[in-house]
T-cell receptor
Framework: GENVEQHPSTLSVQEGDSAVIKCTYS??????FPWYKQELGKGPQLIIDIRSNVGEKKDQRIAVTLNKTAKHFSLHITETQPEDSAVYFCAASGRQDSSYKLIFGSGTRLLVRP | EPEVTQTPSHQVTQMGQEVILRCVPISNHLYFYWYRQILGQKVEFLVSFYNNEISEKSEIFDDQFSVERPDGSNFTLKIRSTKLEDSAMYFCASTLGNTEAFFGQGTRLTVV
């Protein structure tokens, strides 16, 4: 079935350093790849997304890259700040029977040390 | 900013009891979803709902689960006879289409 693998499971970086989280997906029909940030006790919040017709997208300190051939996509956070500490989930989606369900990765707990 | 609202935020129930989790999706959205997150694990898809019917469901969504959109605004998830393993955070989400999914803050369900 559809699957999204995410690595690493935990990531600790010094404030100001960059953080990279990687995901791979199995369903070649997937065409939408969002990244969510989840803080303790809250629901996932979208931070950036990318569609399959684009290879890279950037929004200030956050960027996402997509390699459709290899079925890889990555989240890059530059100049990390303590408030970036959270759990990050990648996800993949594509239309199937009037559903745009998201298949999530297992999450990365990011800790930014001040 | 539009938001998805869920009630209650926390529900404690005895094993075997029925629970109903409630959600108010964003008003102009067309697709509605329930997801589940067991503590410390990933978010898992349960069911999607479009045009007043279930459009897709996962293996988790067995006969004990049902969803309903009883009026123009509410979207509910019912668990008929709760089990200990149903304890989790349940998130409602809505989308216009293959677009950003907005998630609610979740309902923490504890089955004792």
């Amino acid at each position: 079935g559809e699957n999204v693998e995410q690595h690493p499971s935990t990531l600790s970086v010094q404030e100001g350093d960059s953080a990279v989280i990687k995901c791979t997906y199995s369903d070649s029909a997937s065409n939408y790849f969002p990244w969510y940030k989840q803080e303790l006790g809250k629901g996932p919040q979208l931070i950036i997304d990318i569609r399959s017709n684009v290879g890279e997208k950037k929004d200030q300190r956050i960027a996402v890259t997509l390699n459709k051939t290899a079925k890889h996509f990555s989240l890059h956070i530059t100049e990390t700040q303590p408030e970036d500490s959270a759990v990050y989930f990648c996800a993949a989606s594509g239309r199937q029977d009037s559903s745009y369900k998201l298949i999530f990765g297992s999450g990365t707990r990011l800790l930014v040390r001040p | 900013e539009p938001e998805v609202t869920q009630t209650p935020s926390h529900q404690v129930t005895q094993m075997g009891q029925e629970v109903i989790l409630r959600c108010v999706p964003i008003s102009n959205h067309l697709y509605f979803y329930w997801y589940r997150q067991i503590l410390g694990q990933k978010v898992e898809f349960l069911v999607s709902f479009y045009n007043n019917e279930i459009s897709e469901k996962s293996e988790i969504f067995d006969d004990q689960f049902s969803v309903e959109r009883p009026d123009g605004s509410n979207f509910t998830l019912k668990i008929r006879s709760t089990k200990l393993e149903d304890s989790a955070m349940y998130f409602c989400a809505s989308t216009l289409g293959n677009t950003e999914a907005f998630f609610g803050q979740g309902t923490r369900l504890t089955v004792v």
